[in-house]
T-cell receptor, first 116, second 116 residues
Framework: AQSVTQLGSHVSVSEGALVLLRCNYSSSVPPYLFWYVQYPNQGLQLLLKYTTGATLVKGINGFEAEFKKSETSFHLTKPSAHMSDAAEYFCAVSETESGGYNKLIFGAGTRLAVHP | NAGVTQTPKFRVLKTGQSMTLLCAQDMNHEYMYWYRQDPGMGLRLIHYSVGEGTTAKGEVPDGYNVSRLKKQNFLLGLESAAPSQTSVYFC???????????????FGDGTRLSIL
């Protein structure tokens, strides 16, 4: 079974600083990878996804992530943090079930705090 | 646009009581999912459905039942609630197509359930 590890359950940055949220996955086949964001009292929203092709993926709100197969990583970055980026971020990988159906495996999440 | 709607948003139950959580989507999605979210554990898949009339077990199915009698609705039932089922429950849906797992899941805002 595949798994996702997010290093750091809490990350704190200053407004305007670089945001780096780490995600490593285990997979024996090329994965489909996703980053989701969850604002307080809301559901998850898709930030970006990697399926095939270009390894640098751009998402919404200025976020991007780079798929590095050799490092089995899919870290999320944003050059300059904004107060509105404070939220919880989840990395996820797709997994194929017997019968051909896929499902998402989520990491434990990283809570991002942005301070003035 | 309603997207994915969950009812109720909050509920407090006593141990042993039963209840049903309702999820409705208006995007004509084939796939629907129920997750639970607990601190430090990310989202864990309870059950999912790949079409009307079908259901399958996810990662943590024990103590829950589901039904998908209509394409737009996915019900999650707790027959005899236990304190360990205190959690936030999220419903999600996605398209079905070739390479369906490149399609993102769309989430509801969650149901906060407390079992006393």
């Amino acid at each position: 079974a595949q798994s996702v590890t997010q290093l750091g359950s809490h990350v704190s940055v200053s407004e305007g600083a670089l945001v780096l949220l780490r995600c490593n996955y285990s997979s024996s086949v090329p994965p489909y990878l996703f980053w989701y964001v969850q604002y307080p009292n809301q559901g998850l929203q898709l930030l970006l996804k990697y399926t095939t092709g270009a390894t640098l993926v751009k998402g919404i709100n200025g976020f991007e992530a780079e798929f590095k197969k050799s490092e089995t990583s899919f870290h999320l970055t944003k050059p300059s943090a904004h107060m509105s980026d404070a939220a919880e971020y989840f990395c996820a990988v797709s997994e194929t079930e017997s019968g051909g159906y896929n499902k998402l495996i989520f990491g434990a999440g990283t809570r991002l705090a942005v301070h003035p | 646009n309603a997207g994915v709607t969950q009812t109720p948003k909050f509920r407090v139950l006593k141990t042993g009581q039963s209840m049903t959580l309702l999820c409705a989507q208006d995007m004509n999605h084939e796939y629907m999912y129920w997750y639970r979210q607990d601190p430090g554990m990310g989202l864990r898949l309870i059950h999912y459905s790949v079409g009307e009339g079908t259901t399958a077990k996810g990662e943590v199915p024990d103590g829950y039942n589901v039904s998908r009698l209509k394409k737009q609705n996915f019900l999650l039932g707790l027959e005899s609630a236990a304190p360990s089922q205190t959690s936030v429950y999220f419903c999600a849906s996605s398209y079905s197509s070739t390479g369906s797992w490149t399609q993102p899941q769309h989430f509801g805002d969650g149901t906060r359930l407390s079992i006393l």
